[in-house]
């Protein structure tokens, strides 16, 4: 075959190959959308466990669950249920209010305040684009101070509707 034949197949081939990295790349970035507090809305159910460590030489497990509602401008509410060392720490679920900030990138914090003055401040990420989150407690304070802890979490949208309809507006 002459010469003339392959160039052209092949910088047909080439060009092909070229529009269709551009167009991957143009869907990939439009997938990678920024955070904010509007990526966590809704109710999501939480897994907690960890340890807390009250003194030299103690170590308390913590294990618990908790329904946490976001509103998607900085505030949440929650009900927990957590075991700490064999023992529940209330007769039922707790209820707790807290604020929080995520920022462009998907990390984030939080505050738990308690009835009783306690509260505890969360180190977090944002994955899925806000199906999920992932916490780690940084000061867990008992309401006399602040208590070593090594805490985390990790929740998960309940349903997806609400962002669905979000989605449509």
């Not at 869907?27 to 990678?32: I, Y």
């Not at 209820?95 to 969360?122: P, Q």
């Not at 180190?123 to 070593?148: C, K, Q, R, W």
Request: proline letters at 3%; a neutral charge; charged letters at 15%.
């Amino acid at each position: 075959m002459k010469t003339w034949f392959w160039k052209r197949t092949f910088c047909k081939a080439t060009l092909a190959t070229a529009v269709a990295c551009l167009a991957l790349g143009a869907v990939s970035t439009a997938h990678a959308a920024a955070c904010s507090n509007a990526s966590l809305k809704g109710k999501y159910g939480q897994t907690i466990s960890g340890q807390i460590l009250p003194g030299p030489g103690m170590v308390a497990p913590q294990n618990g669950v908790a329904m946490t509602t976001f509103n998607g401008n900085g505030k949440f509410t929650q009900e927990d249920f957590v075991v700490i060392g064999g023992s529940p720490t209330s007769t039922g679920f707790a209820k707790e209010t807290g604020t929080y900030e995520i920022k462009a990138d998907c990390t984030g914090t939080a505050t738990i305040n308690y009835t009783d003055a306690a509260w505890i401040d969360l180190e977090l990420i944002v994955v899925n684009e806000g199906s999920e989150f992932y916490t780690v407690v940084s000061v867990l304070n008992m309401g006399g101070g602040a208590v070593p802890a090594n805490i985390g979490s990790h929740g998960v949208r309940v349903s997806n509707v609400d962002k669905r309809v979000e989605d449509l507006k």
